[in-house]
């Protein structure tokens, strides 16, 4: 249960080391904590909100794109952008 508590914990690191809550950069956080980023972002996106309309996949997509090397992994992007395109 650490690991899976740990992944959490740090699904609000950002790549560029800007997040929270541990200030973590890169690769120190944890693989499962940038998957989670990247899942939950995009899941956050294209769902619709009481307070607004989810985006379309797409431009979902390019945000995640643009934000990779800042909050995101790249190379976790780049894997989601081929899974997602199914």
């Known amino acids: 249960m650490e690991t899976v508590a740990n992944g959490i914990l740090c699904h609000h690191e950002r790549w560029d080391g800007t997040g929270y809550p541990l200030g973590l950069k890169g690769e120190q956080i944890p693989l499962a904590s940038r998957i989670l980023a990247v899942v939950d972002a995009y899941d956050a996106m294209i769902s ?3 307070y607004r309309k989810g985006m379309k996949m ?3 997509m390019a945000e995640l794109i643009r ?8 190379q976790v992007v780049s894997i989601f952008q081929k899974i997602v395109q199914y």
Do not use: I, T
């Open 58 to 60: 797409d431009a979902a």
């Open 48 to 50: 619709n909100r009481v």
């Open 67 to 74: 934000n990779a090397g800042k909050q995101f992994d790249p």
